[in-house]
């Protein structure tokens, strides 16, 4: 595709399938993302019935196979616009000096004849492509950037031919040949188009460092042995071992050994996550420490790897509304141009004097290279590469250019709290001793009672006690009562855990810890004391604690100038000790999961712009009810349908990053946009020769040819500048 104008010719080619719902065409990628159900083959034969050409683009090969041609084309550019430089440049220089003959005299007019056919050599070799082009849009009706650079360089060459063979047809004044215009023109916009596919290189940077972190093989446990293979080769259901300082090959759950996996890639968090019998391990993240075996569970383009980049490939070749709008206007705009030219040069001719042949054929032509319309059609895509490249790389994963600039709007946030405010698991928080007795010595007699339960709390106080080492004896005569705790003996002693009424049922007095309980419950914490003998010897407590970072993220919503509500079915006293906690404006408490979406209705019906935040799972109405649904996750679940966008990591700085990202890319394809519409409405104008009567000044095609090439350079590069955003902690860090 040459410009914006193709967009809507292969769009429209691809549209006409039969089985195809939709079909959006990324100029800045050039590539299309077509849903429905429709042989591939019928797919590319549109396209090439359209006049453009096409390949599957499926997997890693795929994609190093497009980056190889890609190279090879900016190559071809290259040498296109040195071969026409080669002849433009020595004669602009020569004309500048006054040192080219006369056309009219025998000598000059051979000069001129052999430099004509020159050339059409350099039309034919440099500019070719640009002329096939505009035959096959022709032959469809259709006119693009290649109609007008072969209409401008074409009508130079054709002109100056005429002046050489019938120099007494035209006025003396106006006997003057463009042959190096023609000629430098096809240079620059050759290396223009050649800078600008080395930069549009650059915005695919996320994708490809993305395919990087597939390894090519795997060391499979196979008969006993271990043996490398390629990761094609690797089943479901197979062992494989991973060593220090190596990528996982595929998804599976650890059976044997120990280690620390860097899931950076994944979820944008620096620390390692450990990892033990039981534990999911993602393919591409980095084992740190220690050797450990694990059963494939996905492979080939299940692999959450696979499924990152599938997606952030959709997000990037999807069009928000701004997008759609600007192919609109880019699809009229070269048929426009063609007719301001047509005025050009009628106005020319027919209101100057001696000269108005000849400066007919300058603003003319001047008019067609100005006003290609690259700038306008890679002003929106390229940006949106680019940001949602970023985003993956940072741990958010955008499902579409829409919600990309929705995000940036947001007047709102709502928060989930189990899971997404908080840790969404119970964990002991508070360990309390009296009488000497330490924190160890209530966590080995809560630990060995809660090694016999099955309550949910149970498993919180174990691992308390794993972490800190502790030896955990067996309990004798356990029994558990519902409703107040758990009974046993310890060393033949009677030990208690549970609430006060399970202590003053066994005539133990609490009134030491009374006051600690009470401030306990009144933060949103499950108080249980711990009895010893017939005395109370200390208390614990259990709740779902606040993420530690939780309350720095909400910080960050409110400095964006966002209202944080939270929005859980916990009960109101638990609900506002958390909200006090982390410093939120509203709390909606007791609601059942299914009413959660009539919540955020209410909102919008306020005039919010509102976002939801929560685990894609109980939340999903909510998520999708909302003007943007973010889901918050482990890293692994990135699948969840209801959400626009995916966190992989679970910090509610996600959320952050994501907006500020968002606004940070809105703001930079308005630049984009500004720029290419300034650009076209300024020189257009001023190529037709608006500035003439007033100032004399006539715009040069060779500087028309410079300004065009460069203002795709430079809509490219600005938006290669997302490449560097940063959010405030990765600043600080």
Same mark, same amino acid.
């Given at each position: 595709?040459?410009?914006?104008?193709?967009?809507?010719?292969?769009?429209?080619?691809?549209?006409?399938?039969?089985?195809?719902?939709?079909?959006?065409?990324?100029?800045?990628?050039?590539?299309?993302?077509?849903?429905?159900? /429709?042989?591939?083959?019928?797919?590319?034969?549109?396209?090439?019935?359209?006049?453009?050409?096409?390949?599957?683009?499926?997997?890693?090969?795929?994609?190093?196979?497009?980056?190889?041609? &890609?190279?090879?084309?900016?190559?071809?550019?290259?040498?296109?616009?040195?071969?026409?430089?080669?002849?433009?440049?020595?004669?602009?220089?020569?004309?500048?000096?006054?040192?080219?003959?006369?056309?009219?005299?025998?000598?000059?007019?051979?000069?001129? @004849?052999?430099?004509?056919?020159?050339?059409?050599?350099?039309?034919?070799?440099?500019?070719?492509?640009?002329?096939?082009?505009?035959?096959? #849009? @022709?032959?469809?009706?259709?006119? =693009?950037?290649?109609?007008?650079?072969?209409?401008?360089?074409?009508?130079?060459?054709?002109?100056?031919?005429?002046?050489?063979?019938?120099?007494?047809?035209?006025?003396?004044?106006?006997?003057?040949?463009?042959? &190096?215009?023609?000629?430098?023109?096809?240079?620059?916009? =050759?290396?223009?188009?050649? @800078?600008?596919? +080395?930069?549009?290189?650059?915005?695919?940077?996320?994708?490809?460092?993305?395919?990087?972190?597939?390894?090519?093989?795997?060391?499979?446990?196979?008969?006993? %042995?271990?043996?490398?293979?390629?990761? %094609?080769? $690797?089943? @479901?259901?197979?062992?494989?071992?991973?060593?220090?300082?190596?990528?996982? /090959?595929?998804?599976?759950?650890?059976?044997?050994?120990?280690?620390?996996?860097?899931?950076?890639?994944?979820?944008? %968090?620096?620390?390692? $996550?450990?990892?033990?019998?039981?534990?999911?391990?993602?393919?591409?993240?980095?084992?740190?420490?220690?050797?450990?075996?694990?059963?494939?569970?996905?492979?080939? +383009?299940?692999?959450?790897?696979?499924?990152?980049?599938?997606?952030?490939?959709? #997000?990037?070749?999807?069009?928000?509304?701004?997008?759609?709008? *600007?192919?609109? !206007?880019?699809?009229?705009?070269?048929?426009?141009?063609?007719?301001?030219?047509?005025?050009?040069?009628?106005?020319?001719?027919?209101?100057?004097?001696?000269?108005?042949?000849?400066?007919? $054929?300058?603003?003319?032509?001047?008019v067609l290279i100005i006003a290609c319309p690259c700038a306008l059609g890679l002003a929106t895509p390229i940006s949106i590469m680019v940001g949602v490249g970023r985003a993956a790389e940072m741990g958010i994963l955008i499902r579409n250019g829409d919600a990309l600039q929705q995000v940036?709007?947001?007047?709102?946030?709502?928060?989930?709290?189990?899971?997404?405010?908080?840790?969404?698991?119970?964990? !002991?928080?508070?360990?309390?001793?009296?009488?000497?007795?330490? %924190?160890?010595?209530?966590?080995?007699?809560?630990?060995?009672?809660?090694?016999?339960?099955?309550?949910?709390?149970?498993?919180?106080?174990?691992?308390? #006690?794993?972490?800190?080492?502790?030896? *955990?004896?067996?309990?004798?005569?356990?029994?558990?009562?519902?409703?107040?705790?758990? *009974?046993?003996?310890? /060393?033949?002693?009677?030990?208690?855990?549970?609430?006060?009424?399970?202590? =003053?049922?066994?005539?133990?007095?609490?009134?030491?810890?009374?006051?600690?309980?009470?401030?306990?419950?009144?933060?949103?914490?499950?108080?249980?004391?711990?009895?010893?003998?017939?005395?109370?010897?200390?208390?614990?407590? *259990?709740?779902?604690?606040?993420?530690?970072?939780?309350?720095?993220?909400?910080?960050?919503?409110?400095?964006?100038?966002?209202?944080?509500?939270?929005?859980?079915?916990?009960?109101?006293?638990?609900? +506002?000790?958390?909200?006090?906690?982390?410093?939120?404006?509203?709390? $909606?408490?007791?609601?059942?999961?299914?009413?959660?979406?009539?919540?955020?209705?209410?909102?919008?019906?306020?005039?919010?712009?509102?976002?939801?935040?929560?685990?894609?799972? =109980?939340?999903?109405?909510?998520?999708?009810?909302?003007?943007?649904?973010?889901?918050?996750?482990?890293?692994?679940?990135?699948?969840?349908?209801?959400?626009?966008?995916?966190?992989?990591?679970?910090?509610?700085?996600?959320?952050?990053?994501?907006?500020?990202?968002?606004?940070?890319?809105?703001?930079?394809?308005?630049?984009?946009?500004?720029?290419?519409?300034?650009?076209?409405?300024?020189?257009?104008?001023?190529?037709?020769?608006?500035?003439?009567?007033?100032?004399?000044?006539?715009?040069?095609?060779?500087?028309?040819?410079?300004?065009?090439?460069?203002?795709?350079?430079?809509?490219?590069?600005?938006?290669?500048?997302?490449?560097?955003?940063?959010?405030?902690?990765?600043? +600080?860090?």
């Amino acid at each position: 595709m040459s410009c914006a104008g193709c967009v809507a010719s292969v769009e429209s080619a691809l549209q006409a399938v039969h089985g195809v719902e939709s079909a959006t065409v990324n100029f800045a990628e050039h590539t299309a993302l077509v849903q429905g159900e /429709a042989p591939l083959d019928d797919l590319i034969s549109a396209v090439k019935a359209a006049g453009y050409d096409a390949a599957a683009l499926r997997g890693l090969d795929d994609e190093t196979e497009k980056e190889a041609a &890609e190279y090879a084309y900016y190559r071809q550019l290259l040498r296109k616009a040195l071969v026409a430089g080669t002849l433009g440049v020595p004669l602009f220089v020569a004309g500048m000096a006054d040192r080219l003959p006369d056309v009219s005299t025998v000598a000059g007019g051979l000069f001129w @004849l052999y430099t004509g056919f020159a050339t059409l050599g350099v039309l034919i070799y440099s500019g070719g492509h640009f002329f096939t082009g505009s035959w096959k #849009a @022709l032959r469809r009706h259709n006119a =693009n950037m290649d109609t007008l650079i072969a209409l401008g360089t074409g009508s130079a060459w054709v002109y100056s031919m005429a002046v050489v063979l019938w120099p007494q047809l035209v006025p003396s004044l106006a006997r003057h040949a463009y042959f &190096e215009a023609a000629a430098i023109i096809l240079c620059l916009i =050759n290396v223009g188009a050649a @800078l600008e596919m +080395r930069a549009r290189g650059k915005t695919s940077e996320a994708i490809k460092k993305l395919i990087g972190l597939q390894p090519r093989t795997a060391r499979v446990v196979r008969d006993g %042995e271990e043996v490398d293979v390629p990761i %094609e080769n $690797v089943g @479901l259901d197979e062992t494989l071992r991973v060593r220090p300082g190596e990528r996982i /090959a595929v998804d599976g759950v650890v059976i044997d050994g120990h280690s620390s996996v860097d899931e950076a890639m994944l979820t944008g %968090e620096p620390m390692p $996550v450990e990892k033990q019998p039981g534990d999911e391990v993602v393919t591409g993240t980095i084992n740190t420490a220690g050797s450990f075996l694990y059963q494939s569970k996905r492979i080939g +383009r299940d692999t959450v790897l696979a499924q990152i980049i599938e997606m952030v490939r959709q #997000a990037q070749a999807s069009k928000p509304a701004i997008g759609r709008l *600007v192919d609109k !206007v880019a699809a009229v705009f070269v048929p426009a141009v063609m007719i301001i030219a047509v005025i050009t040069f009628l106005a020319w001719y027919n209101l100057a004097s001696d000269l108005g042949l000849s400066y007919a $054929v300058v603003a003319t032509m001047t008019v067609l290279i100005i006003a290609c319309p690259c700038a306008l059609g890679l002003a929106t895509p390229i940006s949106i590469m680019v940001g949602v490249g970023r985003a993956a790389e940072m741990g958010i994963l955008i499902r579409n250019g829409d919600a990309l600039q929705q995000v940036g709007k947001l007047t709102t946030v709502v928060l989930d709290k189990t899971g997404t405010v908080t840790e969404g698991k119970p964990a !002991v928080t508070d360990v309390l001793g009296i009488n000497d007795h330490t %924190e160890q010595e209530i966590l080995v007699v809560a630990a060995c009672l809660e090694t016999a339960s099955e309550h949910p709390l149970a498993a919180a106080i174990i691992a308390a #006690a794993r972490q800190r080492d502790l030896v *955990v004896p067996e309990i004798e005569q356990f029994e558990a009562l519902s409703g107040l705790g758990v *009974v046993g003996r310890l /060393a033949g002693q009677q030990v208690l855990l549970g609430n006060a009424a399970l202590l =003053n049922q066994h005539k133990v007095d609490v009134t030491p810890l009374q006051a600690d309980a009470d401030r306990l419950a009144a933060a949103a914490k499950t108080p249980m004391y711990v009895a010893f003998n017939g005395r109370v010897i200390g208390l614990l407590a *259990v709740a779902d604690p606040v993420k530690p970072d939780s309350a720095a993220a909400i910080g960050r919503l409110h400095k964006l100038g966002l209202r944080v509500t939270l929005l859980t079915g916990d009960n109101e006293e638990t609900a +506002r000790a958390v909200a006090h906690q982390v410093n939120l404006d509203e709390v $909606v408490a007791e609601v059942r999961p299914e009413d959660k979406d009539s919540v955020v209705a209410e909102l919008q019906a306020r005039g919010e712009v509102v976002a939801m935040v929560g685990d894609g799972i =109980n939340d999903a109405p909510a998520l999708a009810r909302a003007d943007v649904g973010l889901a918050i996750g482990s890293g692994t679940d990135i699948a969840i349908e209801s959400a626009d966008i995916t966190l992989m990591g679970g910090s509610l700085h996600g959320v952050a990053d994501a907006i500020t990202l968002s606004r940070a890319t809105v703001r930079n394809i308005k630049q984009n946009l500004f720029g290419a519409f300034i650009y076209n409405s300024i020189g257009i104008p001023v190529a037709a020769g608006v500035l003439y009567p007033l100032m004399g000044l006539l715009l040069s095609p060779i500087i028309a040819g410079a300004a065009m090439a460069m203002s795709s350079v430079t809509v490219v590069s600005n938006a290669n500048r997302l490449r560097w955003f940063r959010s405030p902690r990765e600043v +600080r860090s």
